[in-house]
Nanobody, 124 residues
Framework: QVHLVESGGASVQAGGSLRLSCTASGDIDYSPCMGWLRQVPGEERKGVAAMDTSEGGSKLYDPSVKGRIIISHDSAKNTVYLDMNSLEPEDTGMYYC????????????????WGQGTQVTVSS
């Protein structure tokens, strides 16, 4: 079992920046993939960024955020960060942290473990 706690969501103006944090606890060694998915009302959760937190692990980004959003991991804190820059109104949504053995499952919204979500609202 893995427990995920997110923080950092806020309301910001377009062009602003935010840092989301997701701290994991429990059997994290069996869920090395951690990532963030965004959900807006009426739509399915969509992958924003994910990474294999094992050493040398790869990263995935949705093309719409590449270059503006960076995912990183602090192994000492068991925390994954999402640094969001040049925010656009289209980035608005509930951001969920997820963890799974495989990033391929997490990316399509089928991760084994989920946080409660943190809201990001970007106004124009």
């Amino acid at each position: 079992q893995v427990h995920l706690v997110e923080s950092g969501g806020a309301s910001v103006q377009a062009g602003g920046s935010l840092r989301l944090s997701c701290t994991a606890s429990g059997d994290i060694d069996y869920s090395p993939c951690m990532g963030w998915l965004r959900q807006v009302p009426g739509e399915e959760r969509k992958g924003v960024a994910a990474m294999d937190t094992s050493e040398g692990g790869s990263k995935l980004y949705d093309p719409s955020v590449k270059g503006r959003i960076i995912i990183s991991h602090d192994s000492a804190k068991n925390t994954v960060y999402l640094d969001m820059n040049s925010l656009e109104p289209e980035d608005t949504g509930m951001y969920y942290c997820a963890a799974d053995l495989r990033c391929s499952k997490l990316w399509v919204g089928k991760g084994a473990y989920w946080g409660q979500g943190t809201q990001v609202t970007v106004s124009s």
